[in-house]
């Protein structure tokens, strides 16, 4: 190759993105988030199956939980690779994890295997989403960003609604193996898409290092934080020196990460990125709302179950809104940002629509099915509203060179405010049912006990939408404490594309 061919070849690669390359990387990243989603709905329903198969129930809920705890714990260690090394190679890295561990989990002889390949899974699928969201940033401008964003919704609403449904039918008339299977041309494809054109995408490059340290006092801080709000009050009693002595290490470690990150001379996570207002604020709100509706859609099975006496099937089917309405909330939030000065107005009022929400089934938790399911509707619709606002607003608060790393902080913190919000739902229907936590009973095997012998469920739940109002208000009041920065980028109809990144500025 001349010296001038190896000059046009620079010159291509780092021309500004035409739309064409914007669609093959958006299709990718699509296919990719919808792997990630697909794996959090698909493999419960098929898990009675794979218990039998292998004769352990005991430790199944492990194959959930191994993929929780990886996925969550990594997240924020994705974003900051992604700012040293590339969002291409870091994606690359995350769909090989993946399909790696699925495929591992296919073949596993036993179900210790099999969870472990499920870590390996969630250890790839962590960086999947906090990659997405950084590489539309990296293509969007911020102004126009919460609209591409909204249409990565659809993935979830997919996996929301297909994923129980396809587990169920692999599971019953196929063999459970091929949930995992299905993940391996799929992921394949996924890294296909994206390979190519993301070579073009814009880089922010600026000298860093890894904070080794940072990074492991962070992921094992959390990890023990996460195994104390999955055990508690279901392998455990919360009250038990187990979970004691779980939470005690974790905050150790985490004051241990307070102090290390004053220290450091590039701390794992930038204190500049924490302190940041925007960021701070921006976090509360996505993390709060999101707490708020993970933790509704874990308990209302159940609550249909006892109080509107539906089959676990239709149970199901009517949680369906609560997942299907984010989406349209999403894009008619993200519309209006390309075009409001003060973008955060729909976010306002889709907080407020999903705290007027929940309290009318707080005042009226016996309510007819069909007002229970227009209630989920609009709490979708609220939530949905939320998330890119607050995704957009961080990102457009932080150095291009630190988009990944809050990007991944944001996720991070946001999927412990969903594991927190559950686990606080959970013990406060135990307490309503009057069980003593020493008992360690799961609240389940207990609501459902309640409801044999006559008590008045709606009245337990009615505590319950209580706590998931008290996470909304905590996000509306994050909303308005969000400072509104001017967005980067015009605000017209048709969206342009960001512009070739500038020189990194000199350390």
């Not at 098929?46 to 129930?57: N, S, V, Y």
């Not at 291409?88 to 296919?106: D, E, H, K, N, Q």
């Not at 990074?215 to 038990?240: C, E, K």
Request: glycine share 10%; hydrophobic share 55%; charged share 10%.
């Amino acid at each position: 190759m001349t010296i001038r061919d190896g000059h046009h070849a620079a010159d291509q690669l780092h021309k500004p993105l035409g739309r064409r390359d914007v669609r093959n990387i958006f299709y990718g990243l699509m296919l990719s988030m919808f792997l990630s989603a697909l794996n959090q709905t698909i493999v419960a329903t098929a898990l009675p199956t794979i218990g039998r198969d292998f004769g352990d129930f005991d430790q199944l809920s492990w194959v959930i939980i191994a993929y929780l705890l990886s996925s969550t714990v990594v997240s924020p260690l994705y974003g900051k690779l992604s700012d040293i090394h590339g969002r291409r190679t870091m994606m690359l890295v995350a769909l090989g994890l993946f399909i790696a561990g699925s495929a591992a989990s296919a073949a596993a002889p036993n179900l210790a295997v099999l969870i472990a390949g499920r870590t390996l899974q969630g250890i790839g699928g962590g960086g999947i989403v906090p990659l997405t969201q950084t590489t539309i940033a990296d293509m969007i401008t911020p102004r126009e960003r919460g609209h591409y964003q909204a249409y990565m919704g659809t993935s979830w609403i997919v996996a929301g609604v297909a994923g129980p449904a396809f587990g169920g039918i692999i599971a019953e008339y196929l063999h459970w193996s091929l949930i995992f299977w299905l993940n391996v041309p799929l992921g394949l494809v996924a890294a296909l898409l994206t390979h190519r054109a993301m070579k073009r995408l814009p880089r922010h490059d600026r000298p860093h290092r890894l904070d080794v340290v940072g990074a492991g006092l962070m992921i094992t801080s959390a990890t023990l934080f996460l195994v104390a709000l999955t055990a508690g009050g279901t392998r455990v009693p919360w009250l038990s020196p187990t979970i004691f002595v779980l939470t005690a290490l974790a905050l150790a470690l985490a004051l241990a990460l307070v102090w290390w990150l004053r220290q450091a001379a590039e701390p794992f996570l930038p204190l500049t990125v924490l302190r940041n207002p925007v960021m701070r604020d921006g976090t509360a709100a996505t993390s709060c709302m999101m707490g708020a509706v993970i933790g509704l859609t874990v308990y209302m099975p159940l609550y249909f179950q006892v109080v509107h006496q539906l089959s676990v099937a239709n149970a199901g089917l009517a949680l369906i809104p609560i997942v299907v309405m984010t989406t349209p909330g999403s894009m008619i939030s993200g519309r209006s940002m390309m075009h409001l000065r003060h973008y955060k107005v729909s976010a306002i009022v889709g907080a407020v629509i999903a705290i007027a929400s929940v309290s009318t089934l707080v005042i009226w938790p016996a309510m007819p099915l069909y007002g229970v399911v227009i209630v989920l509707t609009m709490i979708g619709f609220g939530a949905g509203s939320v998330y890119p606002v607050s995704t957009v607003s961080i990102q457009n608060a932080v150095p291009l060179h630190q988009v990944g790393t809050a990007t991944g902080a944001m996720n991070f913190f946001r999927a412990l405010a969903s594991t927190l919000a559950v686990a606080i739902m959970g013990a406060i229907l135990l307490a309503s049912l009057g069980a003593a936590p020493q008992r360690g009973t799961g609240v389940e095997l207990l609501v459902e006990s309640a409801g044999a012998a006559g008590v008045d469920m709606a009245a337990v739940f009615r505590f319950l939408f209580v706590a998931a109002d008290v996470f909304l208000a905590l996000a509306l009041a994050a909303l308005l404490l969000l400072e509104e920065l001017p967005l980067r980028g015009p605000a017209t109809s048709a969206p342009p594309l960001a512009a070739q990144a500038p020189p990194a500025p000199a350390e």
